[in-house]
Protein backbone atom coordinates (compact mmCIF):
# COMPACT_ATOMS: atom_id res chain seq x y z
CA UNK A 1 0.00 0.00 0.00
CA UNK A 2 0.91 3.83 -0.02
CA UNK A 3 2.36 5.15 3.04
CA UNK A 4 -0.51 7.52 3.60
CA UNK A 5 -2.85 4.12 3.83
CA UNK A 6 -0.21 2.28 6.04
CA UNK A 7 -0.04 5.33 8.32
CA UNK A 8 -3.89 5.33 8.38
CA UNK A 9 -4.14 1.82 9.27
CA UNK A 10 -1.68 2.11 12.04
CA UNK A 11 -3.82 5.40 13.39
CA UNK A 12 -6.74 2.67 13.28
CA UNK A 13 -4.83 0.12 15.23
CA UNK A 14 -4.17 2.94 18.00
CA UNK A 15 -7.62 3.59 18.42
CA UNK A 16 -8.42 -0.20 18.44
CA UNK A 17 -6.04 -0.52 21.23
CA UNK A 18 -7.93 1.21 23.57
CA UNK A 19 -9.80 -2.18 24.32
CA UNK A 20 -7.64 -2.27 26.85
CA UNK A 21 -8.66 -0.15 30.05
CA UNK A 22 -4.88 0.45 30.49
CA UNK A 23 -4.32 2.31 27.44
CA UNK A 24 -7.98 3.47 26.98
CA UNK A 25 -7.60 5.37 30.21
CA UNK A 26 -4.12 7.12 30.89
CA UNK A 27 -3.16 10.10 28.06
CA UNK A 28 0.36 8.95 28.12
CA UNK A 29 -0.34 5.39 27.10
CA UNK A 30 -2.89 5.97 24.73
CA UNK A 31 0.03 8.38 23.25
CA UNK A 32 2.80 6.46 23.27
CA UNK A 33 0.70 3.48 21.81
CA UNK A 34 -0.25 5.33 19.04
CA UNK A 35 3.41 6.60 18.24
CA UNK A 36 3.93 2.70 18.41
CA UNK A 37 1.45 2.15 16.09
CA UNK A 38 2.13 4.45 13.27
CA UNK A 39 5.98 4.50 13.32
CA UNK A 40 5.78 0.11 12.99
CA UNK A 41 2.76 0.42 10.24
CA UNK A 42 5.21 2.14 7.86
CA UNK A 43 8.82 0.55 9.62
CA UNK A 44 9.02 -2.24 7.01
CA UNK A 45 9.12 0.63 4.28
CA UNK A 46 12.39 2.47 5.86
CA UNK A 47 14.31 0.56 3.00
CA UNK A 48 12.58 3.32 0.45
CA UNK A 49 15.92 5.33 1.57
CA UNK A 50 18.23 2.74 -0.71
CA UNK A 51 16.55 4.46 -3.71
CA UNK A 52 19.38 7.31 -3.11
CA UNK A 53 21.84 4.77 -3.66
CA UNK A 54 20.73 3.53 -7.10
CA UNK A 55 16.96 2.30 -8.66
CA UNK A 56 18.60 -1.23 -8.66
CA UNK A 57 19.57 -1.89 -4.94
CA UNK A 58 16.41 -0.33 -4.72
CA UNK A 59 14.75 -3.02 -6.39
CA UNK A 60 16.57 -5.62 -5.54
CA UNK A 61 15.41 -4.96 -1.49
CA UNK A 62 12.68 -3.09 -1.31
CA UNK A 63 9.91 -5.12 0.12
CA UNK A 64 12.44 -8.02 0.42
CA UNK A 65 14.26 -8.63 4.25
CA UNK A 66 12.47 -5.69 5.67
CA UNK A 67 9.34 -7.29 4.82
CA UNK A 68 10.21 -10.82 5.81
CA UNK A 69 9.47 -13.02 8.83
CA UNK A 70 12.67 -11.89 10.53
CA UNK A 71 11.87 -8.00 10.25
CA UNK A 72 8.20 -8.43 11.03
CA UNK A 73 9.14 -9.42 14.35
CA UNK A 74 12.07 -7.39 14.64
CA UNK A 75 11.03 -3.87 14.07
CA UNK A 76 8.08 -4.55 16.57
CA UNK A 77 10.83 -5.54 19.39
CA UNK A 78 13.01 -2.36 18.00
CA UNK A 79 10.03 0.02 18.19
CA UNK A 80 8.73 -1.02 21.61
CA UNK A 81 11.61 -1.09 23.67
CA UNK A 82 12.86 2.51 22.17
CA UNK A 83 9.54 3.86 22.89
CA UNK A 84 9.68 1.89 26.86
CA UNK A 85 13.14 3.38 27.43
CA UNK A 86 11.77 6.72 26.31
CA UNK A 87 8.66 6.34 28.21
CA UNK A 88 9.58 4.11 31.29
CA UNK A 89 6.12 4.25 32.98
CA UNK A 90 4.97 2.72 30.24
CA UNK A 91 5.26 -1.02 30.47
CA UNK A 92 7.23 -2.63 27.08
CA UNK A 93 4.48 -5.73 26.94
CA UNK A 94 1.51 -2.54 26.83
CA UNK A 95 3.50 -1.45 23.78
CA UNK A 96 4.56 -4.35 21.85
CA UNK A 97 1.73 -6.86 20.90
CA UNK A 98 0.54 -3.25 19.00
CA UNK A 99 3.22 -2.21 17.54
CA UNK A 100 3.73 -6.54 16.60
CA UNK A 101 -0.15 -6.05 14.70
CA UNK A 102 0.46 -2.65 13.14
CA UNK A 103 4.17 -4.77 11.47
CA UNK A 104 2.30 -7.77 10.62
CA UNK A 105 -0.95 -5.56 8.73
CA UNK A 106 1.58 -3.43 6.67
CA UNK A 107 3.22 -6.77 5.53
CA UNK A 108 -0.26 -8.31 4.96
CA UNK A 109 -2.19 -5.82 3.11
CA UNK A 110 1.04 -5.64 0.62
CA UNK A 111 0.95 -8.88 -0.44
CA UNK A 112 -2.47 -7.95 -2.28
CA UNK A 113 -1.10 -5.76 -4.94
CA UNK A 114 0.65 -6.34 -8.35
CA UNK A 115 4.55 -5.40 -6.56
CA UNK A 116 3.83 -8.12 -4.28
CA UNK A 117 6.23 -8.41 -1.09
CA UNK A 118 9.11 -11.74 -0.25
CA UNK A 119 7.18 -12.00 3.17
CA UNK A 120 8.34 -15.99 3.15
CA UNK A 121 11.83 -15.07 3.37
CA UNK A 122 14.60 -16.55 4.57
CA UNK A 123 12.18 -19.72 3.73
CA UNK A 124 11.73 -18.33 -0.08
CA UNK A 125 12.59 -15.85 -1.96
CA UNK A 126 9.58 -15.45 -4.31
CA UNK A 127 7.71 -13.03 -4.93
CA UNK A 128 4.28 -12.71 -3.51
CA UNK A 129 2.01 -10.43 -5.19
CA UNK A 130 -1.71 -11.37 -5.74
CA UNK A 131 -2.59 -8.32 -7.79
CA UNK A 132 -6.05 -7.27 -6.98
CA UNK A 133 -5.64 -4.07 -5.13
CA UNK A 134 -4.26 -1.10 -6.06
CA UNK A 135 -0.69 0.66 -4.20
CA UNK A 136 -3.24 3.12 -3.24
CA UNK A 137 -7.26 2.23 -3.37
CA UNK A 138 -9.08 4.77 -2.12
CA UNK A 139 -12.43 2.93 -0.83
CA UNK A 140 -9.61 1.70 1.69
CA UNK A 141 -8.39 5.28 2.51
CA UNK A 142 -11.52 6.99 2.48
CA UNK A 143 -13.20 4.35 5.09
CA UNK A 144 -10.17 4.82 7.09
CA UNK A 145 -10.89 8.95 6.79
CA UNK A 146 -14.65 8.00 7.56
CA UNK A 147 -13.63 6.69 10.64
CA UNK A 148 -11.31 8.95 11.97
CA UNK A 149 -14.29 11.52 11.92
CA UNK A 150 -16.43 8.98 13.43
CA UNK A 151 -13.97 8.71 16.59
CA UNK A 152 -13.63 12.75 16.28
CA UNK A 153 -17.59 13.04 16.77
CA UNK A 154 -16.99 10.72 20.36
CA UNK A 155 -17.80 7.10 19.08
CA UNK A 156 -15.76 4.28 20.33
CA UNK A 157 -13.09 3.55 18.63
CA UNK A 158 -12.36 0.17 18.90
CA UNK A 159 -16.09 -0.57 17.47
CA UNK A 160 -15.94 2.12 14.71
CA UNK A 161 -13.05 0.92 13.20
CA UNK A 162 -14.07 -3.01 13.85
CA UNK A 163 -17.05 -2.33 11.88
CA UNK A 164 -14.61 -0.63 8.98
CA UNK A 165 -12.32 -3.15 8.65
CA UNK A 166 -15.36 -5.50 8.56
CA UNK A 167 -16.40 -4.00 5.56
CA UNK A 168 -12.85 -3.90 4.37
CA UNK A 169 -12.74 -7.87 4.55
CA UNK A 170 -16.31 -7.75 2.76
CA UNK A 171 -13.91 -5.60 -0.16
CA UNK A 172 -10.83 -7.68 0.01
CA UNK A 173 -13.15 -10.64 -1.22
CA UNK A 174 -15.16 -8.39 -3.91
CA UNK A 175 -11.89 -7.29 -5.74
CA UNK A 176 -10.56 -11.25 -5.74
CA UNK A 177 -13.82 -12.65 -6.94
CA UNK A 178 -13.56 -9.46 -9.63
CA UNK A 179 -9.93 -10.83 -10.12
CA UNK A 180 -11.14 -15.01 -10.63
CA UNK A 181 -13.73 -13.80 -13.25
CA UNK A 182 -10.80 -11.87 -15.33
CA UNK A 183 -8.80 -14.79 -15.49
CA UNK A 184 -11.75 -17.48 -16.27
CA UNK A 185 -12.33 -14.81 -19.27
CA UNK A 186 -8.73 -15.23 -19.90
CA UNK A 187 -7.97 -19.00 -19.53
CA UNK A 188 -11.42 -19.32 -22.42
CA UNK A 189 -10.39 -16.84 -24.62
CA UNK A 190 -6.24 -17.87 -24.65
CA UNK A 191 -7.09 -21.93 -23.92
CA UNK A 192 -2.92 -22.42 -23.60
CA UNK A 193 -2.38 -19.33 -20.76
CA UNK A 194 0.94 -19.90 -18.53
CA UNK A 195 0.73 -16.90 -16.65
CA UNK A 196 -2.05 -14.40 -15.90
CA UNK A 197 -0.60 -11.15 -13.69
CA UNK A 198 -3.76 -8.47 -12.85
CA UNK A 199 -3.06 -5.12 -12.15
CA UNK A 200 -6.03 -3.08 -10.56
CA UNK A 201 -5.79 0.71 -11.18
CA UNK A 202 -7.57 3.28 -8.99
CA UNK A 203 -10.59 2.92 -10.90
CA UNK A 204 -12.85 -0.01 -9.70
CA UNK A 205 -13.89 -0.89 -13.29
CA UNK A 206 -10.82 -0.87 -14.96
CA UNK A 207 -7.85 -3.28 -14.41
CA UNK A 208 -4.23 -3.64 -16.74
CA UNK A 209 -3.68 -7.33 -17.84
CA UNK A 210 -0.11 -9.44 -19.01
CA UNK A 211 -0.75 -13.13 -20.15
CA UNK A 212 1.85 -15.33 -20.98
CA UNK A 213 0.98 -17.94 -23.56
CA UNK A 214 3.36 -20.93 -25.01
CA UNK A 215 4.19 -18.38 -28.41
CA UNK A 216 3.00 -14.67 -27.11
CA UNK A 217 2.55 -12.10 -24.64
CA UNK A 218 -0.44 -10.18 -24.52
CA UNK A 219 -1.07 -6.67 -22.53
CA UNK A 220 -4.81 -6.31 -22.27
CA UNK A 221 -7.17 -4.25 -20.45
CA UNK A 222 -10.65 -4.75 -18.96
CA UNK A 223 -13.03 -2.21 -18.67
CA UNK A 224 -16.31 -3.17 -17.24
CA UNK A 225 -15.42 -6.83 -17.60
CA UNK A 226 -14.71 -6.82 -21.25
CA UNK A 227 -11.40 -7.50 -22.09
CA UNK A 228 -9.67 -5.38 -24.70
CA UNK A 229 -6.36 -6.59 -26.07
CA UNK A 230 -3.77 -3.25 -26.65
CA UNK A 231 -0.33 -5.51 -27.49
CA UNK A 232 0.44 -8.49 -28.83
CA UNK A 233 4.34 -9.37 -28.91
CA UNK A 234 6.01 -12.83 -29.70
CA UNK A 235 7.67 -14.62 -27.07
CA UNK A 236 11.31 -14.68 -27.80
CA UNK A 237 13.73 -16.65 -24.97
CA UNK A 238 16.83 -14.74 -24.31
CA UNK A 239 19.40 -16.05 -26.28
CA UNK A 240 22.55 -18.05 -25.10
CA UNK A 241 25.01 -16.02 -27.27
CA UNK A 242 28.40 -13.60 -25.43
CA UNK A 243 26.59 -10.43 -26.28
CA UNK A 244 23.77 -11.60 -23.65
CA UNK A 245 26.50 -13.41 -21.09
CA UNK A 246 28.02 -9.75 -20.48
CA UNK A 247 24.52 -8.38 -20.56
CA UNK A 248 23.29 -10.75 -17.84
CA UNK A 249 26.35 -9.54 -15.91
CA UNK A 250 25.16 -5.88 -15.76
CA UNK A 251 24.13 -4.64 -12.22
CA UNK A 252 20.95 -3.02 -13.51
CA UNK A 253 19.92 -6.15 -15.44
CA UNK A 254 20.05 -8.23 -12.91
CA UNK A 255 17.71 -6.46 -10.56
CA UNK A 256 15.09 -5.96 -13.08
CA UNK A 257 15.39 -9.55 -13.98
CA UNK A 258 15.26 -11.01 -9.89
CA UNK A 259 12.14 -8.66 -10.14
CA UNK A 260 10.33 -8.42 -13.39
CA UNK A 261 7.60 -11.36 -13.69
CA UNK A 262 6.98 -11.01 -17.18
CA UNK A 263 8.98 -8.77 -19.63
CA UNK A 264 9.87 -9.64 -22.98
CA UNK A 265 13.33 -7.79 -24.72
CA UNK A 266 15.17 -6.34 -27.89
CA UNK A 267 18.43 -4.94 -29.37
CA UNK A 268 19.23 -2.68 -31.40
CA UNK A 269 22.89 -2.31 -33.54
CA UNK A 270 24.77 0.58 -33.67
CA UNK A 271 28.00 1.47 -35.12
CA UNK A 272 29.44 1.69 -32.25
CA UNK A 273 27.87 -0.47 -29.37
CA UNK A 274 24.79 -2.55 -28.95
CA UNK A 275 21.78 -1.37 -27.19
CA UNK A 276 19.65 -3.92 -25.35
CA UNK A 277 16.18 -3.48 -23.63
CA UNK A 278 14.39 -5.32 -21.18
CA UNK A 279 10.54 -4.07 -20.88
CA UNK A 280 8.26 -5.09 -18.62
CA UNK A 281 4.89 -5.73 -19.89
CA UNK A 282 3.07 -5.09 -16.82
CA UNK A 283 2.61 -1.37 -16.09
CA UNK A 284 1.45 -0.05 -19.32
CA UNK A 285 0.65 3.85 -19.30
CA UNK A 286 -0.69 5.68 -22.04
CA UNK A 287 0.84 3.32 -24.91
CA UNK A 288 4.47 3.57 -22.97
CA UNK A 289 6.29 0.77 -21.32
CA UNK A 290 7.73 2.73 -18.35
CA UNK A 291 9.43 0.25 -16.58
CA UNK A 292 12.67 -1.41 -18.16
CA UNK A 293 16.52 -2.29 -17.77
CA UNK A 294 18.70 -0.85 -20.44
CA UNK A 295 22.33 -1.54 -21.22
CA UNK A 296 24.67 -0.62 -23.76
CA UNK A 297 27.20 -2.82 -24.41
CA UNK A 298 30.57 -2.09 -27.10
CA UNK A 299 31.38 -3.81 -30.30
CA UNK A 300 34.03 -5.82 -27.82
CA UNK A 301 31.84 -6.71 -25.20
CA UNK A 302 32.13 -3.76 -22.70
CA UNK A 303 29.05 -2.32 -20.69
CA UNK A 304 29.68 1.20 -21.15
CA UNK A 305 26.26 2.08 -20.08
CA UNK A 306 22.96 0.83 -17.79
CA UNK A 307 20.00 1.64 -16.27
CA UNK A 308 16.89 0.49 -14.90
CA UNK A 309 13.85 2.03 -13.47
CA UNK A 310 10.74 3.73 -14.32
CA UNK A 311 11.25 6.22 -17.43
CA UNK A 312 8.12 7.84 -19.42
CA UNK A 313 9.73 8.78 -22.64
CA UNK A 314 12.51 8.20 -24.53
CA UNK A 315 14.33 11.05 -23.84
CA UNK A 316 14.76 11.25 -20.50
CA UNK A 317 16.18 7.35 -21.22
CA UNK A 318 18.75 8.21 -22.97
CA UNK A 319 19.53 11.09 -20.64
CA UNK A 320 19.76 8.84 -18.08
CA UNK A 321 21.92 6.60 -20.94
CA UNK A 322 24.24 9.36 -22.10
CA UNK A 323 27.96 8.72 -22.74
CA UNK A 324 30.86 10.12 -24.53
CA UNK A 325 32.09 9.80 -28.23
CA UNK A 326 34.55 6.95 -28.18
Given at each position: ??????????????????????????????????????????????D??????????????H????????????????????????????????????????????????????????????????????????????????????????????????????????????????????????????????G????????????????????T?????????????H?????Q??????????????????????????????????????????????????????????????????????????????????????????????
Amino acid sequence: MDTGTHIAMGIALGGIATINPVIQQDPVIFSTVMIGTVVCSHAPDFDTVLKFKSNAVYLRHHRGITHSIPFILFWGLLIASILSLIVPDVSFMTIWPWCALAVILHVFVDIFNAYGTQALRPFSNNWIALGFINTFDPVIFSLHMVGFVIWFFGTNPTLTFAVIYLLLILYYLKRYMQKKVLERKLLLYFGDVEGIYTSPTIKQNIWRLAITTRDSFYVARSVDGHIQIVDQFKRRPVPNTRLMATVKTDYNIAAFRSFSSVYRWEQVEHEHYTEVRFIDLRYRSKDHYPFVAVVKVTNDLRIISSYTGWVFSEQKLQDKLLIEDF
